[in-house]
């Protein structure tokens, strides 16, 4: 792992590092606390489609976590995501799809989807950041920043890397879930087994309008995770409405299963 | 208002009383942090089918609001509970049915529903408990227990009472709900109609195998609140099977709502 320059802002020590995957160099940011020398709860916060490890939701959770819990945070651009990106204009262009489609009406579920040109290769970048994400796991508990205290939090393309990361990672011990459904998108049955796989306490955040998915197929995906403990916060409002009040529930949740 | 012997526990000033409304005596109990002489932000209390106003879980959360939050909390016995059961063999029998039904497998929704026998009367009984409730906001004003800080918690029947008293009651500025549905239950469109007027914050929880309604129909009452800050929170398992934890979550949002 090589570690970039670090920053100190507001008792947050944020480090940026890359590691190697087989051929891939893998850009990633830590957050610790200020001056902190020996291993603290670690979140795995992965960022959404289009988004990137420093995007505003990731750095403000990753921060707070920080700073209201005294945990670590890691997060990495995941495959064609941030310094990942291999075609700008491709990127561009799916992002202008997603931010056509969330500013859609409420309750437009029915929005057309554009599904990925290449089906296989989208399954198989999901794959490839759980992949990573165990490495990175390997390096940080190596670099005695983490121990056996870790959770996950991923929401929407966070969620469908989650399903593959949490199915084959038995070192996390929660996770903050959502955002996301199974039905109709390529590798479902897949992703099924992967949710009926998981044990671990599951918070799942719902929005009721969502433009990308119906609400059924929201709440199939709730049901079919296979943890005993789990809740789901469902919020009016579509794709991006999530209240920012709900990061005090990821606290409450985080502090209950990670220690505070 | 006639105050009874105050009982004083780690902290915790418990005061039962009574007042009257038209014909009716009502006890209640009045949870305050010991030596307050002024105004805090108050909680209304309100237990469900059966229980009385000093039910464990009614205890459990008016201790923790005084505890936790230096709120008051009141809650009185709803008529035909309590102390003001006329019919103490009508309401062992009642009880005993709703056991039963509570106490089914899970996902029992289709359980057999027993029926109020006096279905005028049934309604009547929650105007009739929003009226006293009114009363009762209207004492502690007078008496300096209250301000404008004023939330809600009724969950089942809780709820049955809470619609009427929220679409009545200007004074309530956020409330908890759930474990409750409009559909198939006398008094549909009456209930739905105070539902859609609410417009404060709304906690609403849902019990994903409820044994005393479908999903749909606890979704259903979701929907037709008419608040735009509102959140589901769903679990898995039965009527009284909410997690202890989802207490924090009622701190939290009457926190955010009326205060620290």
Same sequence: chains 1, 2.
Avoid at 99 to 127: F, N, Q
Avoid at 153 to 168: E, K, R, V, Y
Avoid at 214 to 237: N, Q
Wanted: one cysteine or more.
């Amino acid at each position: 792992m090589r570690q970039l320059d670090e920053i100190v802002e507001q008792g947050v020590a944020e480090r940026p590092f890359t590691y190697e995957v087989g051929d891939a160099t893998v850009p990633g940011v830590l957050w610790r606390p200020e001056g902190a020398t020996r291993p603290t709860p670690l979140v795995i916060v992965c960022h959404g489609g289009t988004q990137h490890k420093r995007s505003p939701n990731v750095l403000g959770l990753a921060r707070r976590l920080v700073r209201h819990l005294g945990y670590s945070a890691a997060s990495i651009d995941a495959p064609n995501h941030g310094d990942r990106v291999a075609d700008p204009e491709l990127a561009r262009a799916a992002r202008q799809d997603l931010e056509r489609r969330v500013l859609d009406a409420r309750g437009a579920a029915s929005a057309p989807r554009t599904m990925p040109r290449d089906e296989t290769a989208w399954i198989a970048s999901h794959a490839q950041a759980a992949t990573e994400l165990s490495v990175l796991l390997d390096q940080l508990a190596a670099d005695g920043v983490a121990d056996e205290r870790i959770g996950y939090w991923g929401l929407s393309m966070g969620t469908m890397i989650g399903l593959p990361f949490l199915a084959s990672e038995p070192r996390v011990r929660c996770a903050v879930l959502g955002l996301a459904c199974l039905a109709g998108w390529p590798g479902e049955a897949q992703r099924r087994e992967a949710a009926r796989s998981i044990t671990i306490p599951v918070l799942f955040v719902l929005q009721w309008d969502d433009q990308l998915m119906t609400r059924d197929a929201g709440l199939d995906l709730f049901d079919a995770i296979g943890s005993e403990d789990k809740a789901m916060h469902v919020f009016p409002g579509g794709h991006v409405d999530t209240p920012l009040y709900e990061r005090d529930a990821y606290d409450v949740f985080f502090a209950r299963h990670l220690g505070a």
